[in-house]
């Protein structure tokens, strides 16, 4: 069956529903986008009519799993193992200060907030646990791992990936990795037990929470979003913040964006900022 053209109002009221529930901005240039993400959606499960397609959706419960499945077409999945070198670099030098510094057991927190499919997050993972086992002072880490997208997140959890990945991750890391057959590779039982997996929702970052992290890596998921919903963001994920902790992002993930309790980390090709 041809595919049914989005209408310019059903283009406003579909861009519109992604705005006010993901923050996501759908420039009249991606229509096309939208309409075939959409499209191929409804043709899975049967559905040719667009409004129809609508009430399915915000129906309930089943509404609910509909709409996260939806969001898994939408949303640009794309990661790799240690894709941005610098910003683990940074958080490397980090950690080895704080255990240095630690007068009692660091417990060192990280939050991977856009982990999409789990190689950011294993990517913190490894390195962590790396740090941590070459100091002769004992300390601990944990790394939460969250994404909108349900599926990516059940992704990550498996932790399950094509063994060509592995040329991105150095060699010194690879004892945090396990070989599954001649393709695949996965992630030694030991960090996984370290990572905490969910769905969540960055427009809800200002919701109260009583957990804070030492990093906050926040990578390639801004831009999807518009000036002021990414402000609003960067102020709630310094609300996570322990003391001292750190901001990491992508380095064209926002510009002139300031904040009375943050400083900007002076460090070449990174973006980002620590909570003093
Ligand atoms: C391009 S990936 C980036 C993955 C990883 N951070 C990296 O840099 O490799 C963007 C991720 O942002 C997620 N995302 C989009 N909107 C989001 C939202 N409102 N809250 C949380 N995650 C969101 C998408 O599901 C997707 O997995």
Redesign the pocket.
């Known amino acids: 069956m041809q595919i049914s053209p989005l209408t310019e109002g059903e283009y406003l009221r579909w861009s519109g529903l992604l705005a006010e529930r ?3 901005i759908v420039p009249k240039e991606r229509k096309m986008f939208l309409q075939s993400k959409i499209w191929s959606r409804m043709r899975e499960i049967g559905y040719q009519d667009y409004d129809k397609y609508w009430d399915y959706i915000n129906s309930g419960i089943e509404g609910n799993l509909e709409w996260s499945q939806l ?2 077409r939408l ?6 193992f240690f ?2 070198a610098p910003s683990f670099e940074l958080v490397e030098e980090d950690l080895n200060d704080k255990i240095l510094k630690a007068k009692e057991t660091l417990r060192y927190k990280i939050w ?6 789990g ?2 997050a294993y990517s913190l993972a490894l390195l962590a646990q790396y740090i941590c086992l070459k100091n002769e002072k004992k300390s601990y880490f944990g790394v939460t791992a ?4 349900a599926p ?1 997140v059940a992704l990550a959890k498996q932790a399950y990936y094509s063994i060509d990945k592995l040329a991105n991750i150095d060699q010194k890391l690879h004892n945090g990795i396990e070989t599954v057959n001649h393709e695949m590779f996965t992630i030694k039982d030991g960090i996984k037990k370290r990572m905490a997996f969910g769905v ?4 809800d970052v200002n919701k109260p929470s009583n957990i804070k992290y030492d990093v906050i ?5 801004l831009m ?2 518009d000036k002021s919903v990414r402000e609003q963001i960067l102020d709630g994920l310094v609300e996570h913040l322990n003391r001292d902790g750190l901001l990491v992002l ?1 380095q064209t993930e926002i510009n002139f964006w300031s904040h009375p309790k943050m400083q900007r980390v002076n460090k070449n090709r990174t973006l980002a900022f620590r909570l003093s």
């Open positions: 993901l923050g996501i969001v898994d949303t640009v999945h794309e990661t790799s894709r941005h991977s907030v856009s982990c999409a499919t190689e950011e969250t994404d909108v997208s990516a969540f929702n960055l427009l890596y926040c990578q390639n998921v999807y979003f992508g």
